[in-house]
């Protein structure tokens, strides 16, 4: 049935008003819920939203005793490094990228793994056992997490002093530079992938356990069972996580690095945090540090939204829908 132009604006004035009735009811229905979630939302907007104002000094000459309002403005002056090649930067950039690779191709999948040998355990105990242990390492700081590895693997930690008690080599380690990409490496898969477990773990507690007793009367072995039956169900979950580990790909750990970046020296270890560190907060020139934050800020953001979209071109929702 055609519908009158001239009444357009009346149905879509009833359906605007119907849909402001149904919020309103949802909001009555769940206001203790808004209520609740007041602080955290004002919690968010003041310490992630409103900072972000600050980004105003990657385009001045900003000085910390003449503040924002006092320092001139130089347009994009403080990007200078993007088009001119700072060899410096181009160093920590090119240790980020190489740290983004390695961690992406082996931390990242671990929890997943780990999830899954843990699924396996008929016993509870002892899974729940290991599943304290693995977990264990995530509530320790960087600090203690990096003197462990010192004592351990030291040029006098226990390794070497086996290593000296039964007349063998000394096993130089700590302090290395061609070491120390695949030192953080072990030292984030230690410290973080039980943590990750547990939403492997949760979603893996979601799939249908019937779907593997159908598939077991069918004659499927563990291995099929896990090949068409787990991982299938994990896609989902496993493309958002990496979806945003991508949009902190630029970000490998500024607290790990900087403990341990004195004596493997900046060629092998800096990074585009610590070299925003080192050149903003020690060495003062905090435009520049600011737009290379910026810079990887948007690069972050630009990373989300385009594997989220390459997420839906595949039939995922990713982080977000359409």
Request: proline fraction near 4%; charge should be neutral.
């Amino acid at each position: 049935m055609a519908i009158d132009v001239e009444s357009r604006p009346a149905i879509a004035g009833r359906v605007t008003a119907q849909r402001g009735r149904r919020s309103w009811q949802r909001f009555r229905r769940d206001k203790l819920l808004v209520v609740l979630g007041v602080p955290g939302a004002a919690a968010l907007f003041l310490f992630q939203y409103v900072p972000l104002l600050g980004n105003i000094i990657a385009f001045q000459d900003y000085q910390p005793f003449t503040g924002i309002d006092g320092s001139p403005f130089v347009g994009l002056d403080n990007f200078s490094f993007l088009w001119e090649g700072n060899s410096t930067f181009l160093n920590a950039l090119a240790n980020t990228l190489i740290l983004t690779v390695i961690q992406t191709v082996f931390v990242f999948p671990i929890p997943l793994a780990l999830a899954l040998l843990l699924s396996s355990l008929a016993g509870e105990r002892l899974k729940g056992l290991l599943q304290s242990v693995l977990y264990l390492p995530h509530f320790l700081s960087w600090v203690i997490v990096v003197a462990i590895f010192q004592q351990m693997l030291g040029n006098a930690g226990m390794l070497n002093t086996f290593m000296v008690q039964n007349d063998l080599p000394i096993i130089h380690i700590i302090g290395v530079p061609e070491l120390f990409k695949a030192l953080l490496t072990s030292q984030a898969i230690w410290k973080d992938a039980g943590w990750g477990t547990i939403i492997f773990l949760a979603a893996i507690s979601q799939i249908d356990q019937e779907q593997y007793e159908a598939s077991a009367v069918d004659g499927a072995n563990a291995w099929q069972r896990l090949r068409y039956i787990t991982l299938p169900s994990l896609k989902g979950i496993f493309i958002l996580l990496l979806i945003l580990r991508l949009g902190s790909s630029l970000s490998v750990g500024f607290e790990q690095i900087i403990l341990q970046q004195g004596p493997v020296g900046l060629d092998a270890s800096e990074v585009l945090d610590t070299w925003v560190y080192n050149n903003g907060i020690v060495g003062g020139d905090w435009g520049m540090s600011a737009a290379v934050g910026l810079v990887k800020g948007l690069v972050g953001v630009l990373l989300v939204i385009g594997a989220n979209k390459l997420a839906h071109k595949f039939g995922e929702q990713g982080i977000y829908q359409k």
